[in-house]
């Protein structure tokens, strides 16, 4: 396949809410004690976001290591239970839901995981792998019927099915993380977090597997969380874009709104990070160094999480309460003291 083109055309997507995240928290516990263990701190590692995911769309989450990302997309699933908030999915939330109706709704919901050699079972073949959530689930219980559509879900990803009885092992990276896509797409979820899909795959393959995920996203009508580090690439395949440092979302919006006029210090220090083709645009942007240490989500500064290494900080940026995401232009939420709301 080609690379992809950076500049795409977004397409059009839906008004309608597919999930909803309200004051979402996710803080795990700091404990000492050798025989009677107790609680002395938290990490927070999503510390009260919210943000609306529409039908159809995807939606970017990025930032540096360490920032929440992969803890948010797990806890939007419930494989982390958090700590408070809502996630509320096609109107229910899903946070309160006992077991059993949490167990039908996670056919809606799945996850391709980062690493495709650690994500699938070295013990298991190809179509057993495949085949898990469906005998999970008991859907296809005619084994003829279920062979067939493991066969087709192989040809939608790009794989042989004649390969059906092979080992991960016998795999390359890219075909792996296929095999990955093939079992998310198993359950025909409606929403999918993709888990920095790419970023553990070399660069010859990232755009194959990232326009396959395009291709699956139209012929299927999904909607993703993609996770990702790589900017670029995140500019091509999302139409808006969320930026998260500290366990918490800065700024949010249109993907090329974000990227060609980003109001955040830490989004438009992350931009002047990104390598670009032409060297006359690198010789004419300012690039922005990010001084001082990532403070410990165990032990957040004061105030805004970002004041202790913002260039531009000031008093306020240091006090209570930090500031709230507001809309600065339609669609455009930043949450910086210096930036006026619309």
């Given amino acids: 396949m080609t690379q992809p083109v950076m500049e795409a055309t977004r397409k059009k997507v839906s008004n309608e809410v597919i999930l909803s995240v309200r004051d979402l928290k996710k803080h795990f516990p700091i404990t000492a004690g050798f025989l009677i263990q107790r609680q002395v701190g938290a990490v927070r590692a999503v510390d009260g976001i919210s943000f609306d995911v529409y039908r159809g769309e995807t939606l970017g989450l990025v930032?540096?290591?360490?920032?929440?990302?992969?803890?948010?997309?797990?806890?939007i699933l419930q494989l982390y239970k958090p700590t408070s908030g809502e996630v509320i999915f096609e109107g229910q939330d899903i946070t309160s839901l006992p077991g059993s109706a949490m167990r039908a709704m996670r056919k809606q919901m799945q996850i391709i995981f980062q690493d495709p050699f650690a994500s699938l079972n070295?013990?298991?073949?190809?179509?057993?792998?495949?085949?898990?959530?469906?005998?999970?689930?008991?859907?296809?219980?005619?084994?003829?019927?279920?062979?067939?559509?493991?066969?087709?879900?192989?040809?939608?990803?790009?794989?042989?099915?004649?390969?059906?009885?092979?080992?991960?092992?016998?795999?390359?990276?890219?075909?792996?993380?296929?095999?990955g896509i093939a079992r998310a797409l198993a359950l025909k979820p409606k929403f999918i977090v993709c888990d920095e899909p790419i970023s553990a795959l070399d660069?010859?393959?990232?755009?194959?597997?990232?326009?396959?995920?395009?291709?699956?996203?139209?012929?299927?009508?999904?909607?993703?969380?993609?996770?990702?580090?790589?900017?670029?690439?995140?500019?091509?395949?999302?139409?808006?874009?969320?930026?998260?440092?500290?366990?918490?979302?800065?700024?949010?919006?249109?993907?090329?709104?974000?990227?060609?006029?980003?109001?955040?210090?830490?989004?438009?220090?992350?931009?002047?990070?990104?390598?670009?083709?032409?060297?006359?645009?690198?010789?004419?942007?300012?690039?922005?160094?990010?001084?001082?240490?990532?403070?410990?989500?165990?032990?957040?500064?004061?105030?805004?999480?970002?004041?202790?290494?913002?260039?531009?900080?000031?008093?306020?940026?240091?006090?209570?309460?930090?500031p709230e995401l507001i809309e600065v232009t339609p669609g455009h939420f930043v949450a910086c003291h210096r930036v006026p709301a619309l």
């Fill in 63 to 75: 930032g540096e290591s360490g920032c929440g990302k992969s803890t948010t997309g797990r806890t």
């Fill in 122 to 179: 070295p013990r298991m073949t190809v179509g057993s792998i495949i085949n898990e959530p469906l005998q999970i689930h008991g859907l296809y219980p005619d084994k003829r019927e279920r062979q067939a559509y493991i066969e087709e879900l192989m040809k939608k990803v790009g794989l042989n099915p004649y390969f059906i009885n092979r080992y991960p092992h016998e795999f390359s990276g890219g075909q792996r993380q296929r095999i």
């Fill in 203 to 322: 660069v010859s393959i990232q755009a194959q597997v990232v326009n396959l995920l395009e291709d699956l996203q139209e012929e299927l009508g999904l909607t993703y969380l993609f996770i990702a580090h790589d900017l670029s690439m995140v500019r091509h395949i999302c139409d808006r874009v969320a930026v998260m440092y500290l366990g918490k979302i800065v700024e949010l919006g249109p993907t090329d709104e974000v990227y060609d006029n980003p109001m955040h210090p830490y989004t438009q220090a992350l931009l002047s990070a990104v390598p670009v083709p032409d060297p006359a645009s690198v010789e004419k942007r300012r690039r922005i160094i990010i001084t001082g240490d990532l403070p410990s989500p165990a032990n957040p500064p004061r105030g805004c999480n970002f004041s202790t290494r913002c260039p531009v900080a000031f008093d306020l940026c240091r006090q209570d309460p930090d």
